[in-house]
């Protein structure tokens, strides 16, 4: 658990408070920044968590600004296009993206023809938020628990699938960890996205897949879902009657886990008094009462940081990650 530690302890000590900068460097980029419309990729369908969040801070960057703050959907190859439309892009600040995990830490580890090099072409903006994970079934699943759901997979092995937003992401993972714990035999589904995932969730075209709370939330309350478990290591507020894997006893340091964050990026050599403006900006936005508290109900824990906060968390996660994918036999592509 020295690993998960440490990831907590980063995300946890790199707060807003740590986004005070100097005061002639912000009356500069002030001054000349933005001059032009500002654009948003975000690397997922409209619908899906990530999108909502982008568009309900969006709202409030474009208020402070003074320019139109445009989302611009880029979807596929789980989330690789969008990124490499990110990549490629000027780096004249008017350019930023919603980055996550599975496109920045976990894709370069799997697949061969990445469209761009983390290191090499992003700058690291303001990681957003933490995002627990729910593990959900359709209701024709005959099962309550987490420990029933296992029983079950092992009794019809070979007959249940999963779906996931990408391949790399934390439900596959944690999916495959089930796998090969179990002896489950699932068949891996990935998707372009959370949304057209959850759509086949509903048609009972897959019968179990971790999503999102955000997500999960609305289709719970119709009854036409079924939540067993909640990553980390602890419930969540907004879905206090979730238990953790932990209190059901499936302890496994992937389900212990914060599965993932959301965070903006820029194309590597924007100028660091424009990525610093947008990361005071955007945490400003999203410290407005009702955004926070929107936030909250998505199922989200704010984060808020600097630059250079964000870019050690990255540092500090691949590692981590790259561990996780060799425990659980995902290859490269």
């Known amino acids: 658990m020295t690993d998960l530690n440490t990831r907590r302890r980063f995300i946890h000590q790199a707060t807003a408070a740590g986004l005070a900068m100097s ?3 912000q009356a500069r980029s002030q001054a000349e920044w933005p001059q032009a419309l500002v654009r ?3 690397p997922f369908p409209v619908g899906g968590a990530t999108d909502i969040l982008a568009r309900l801070i969006g709202r409030g960057i474009t208020a402070r600004i003074g320019q139109q703050l445009l989302i611009d959907n880029r979807a596929g190859a789980g989330g690789m296009i969008g990124i490499g439309a990110l990549a490629k892009s000027a780096p004249d600040g008017h350019t930023f993206g919603i980055i996550g995990v599975t496109q920045v830490i976990t894709a370069p580890f799997l697949f061969e ?6 290191d090499r072409d992003l700058s690291f903006v303001t990681l957003l938020a ?4 729910v593990l959900a079934v359709h209701p024709s ?3 309550h628990t987490a420990p029933e759901l296992m029983q079950h997979l092992k009794r019809n092995k ?5 779906g996931s937003v990408a391949t790399g992401h934390y439900g596959h993972v944690a999916s495959e960890h089930i796998n090969n714990s179990y002896d489950a035999g699932m068949v891996h589904v990935p998707y372009k996205g959370e949304a057209p995932m959850v759509q086949d969730l509903l048609a009972n075209q897959l019968p179990l897949s971790f999503v999102t709370i ?8 119709a009854g036409k879902l079924r939540l067993l478990a909640i990553t980390g290591t602890r419930r969540h507020p907004s879905m206090p009657n979730v238990p953790t894997f932990a209190e059901q006893g499936l302890d496994a340091d992937v389900f212990k886990m914060n599965p ?3 965070g903006i990026g820029a194309p590597a050599k924007t100028p660091i008094a424009v990525v610093r403006r947008m990361a005071s900006e955007t945490v400003a936005a999203a410290r407005e009462p009702e955004v926070f508290e929107r936030i909250a109900a998505l199922g989200m824990d704010f984060v808020g940081n600097t630059p250079e906060a964000f870019t050690e968390i990255y540092r500090a996660e691949k590692p981590i990650w790259q561990k996780l994918l060799k425990q659980a036999g995902i290859r490269p592509e």
Not at 158 to 162: I, M, Q, W
Request: net charge positive.
């Open 158 to 162: 070979g007959k249940l699938s999963y």
């Open 130 to 133: 933490t995002v627990p994970m």
């Open 141 to 143: 699943v005959p099962v």
């Open 260 to 262: 993932g964050w959301i």
């Open 113 to 118: 023809k990445v469209p761009y090099d983390t």
């Open 40 to 42: 948003m990729i975000v």
């Open 23 to 25: 005061l002639g460097g």
């Open 214 to 221: 955000a997500t999960a939330k609305p289709q719970v309350e």
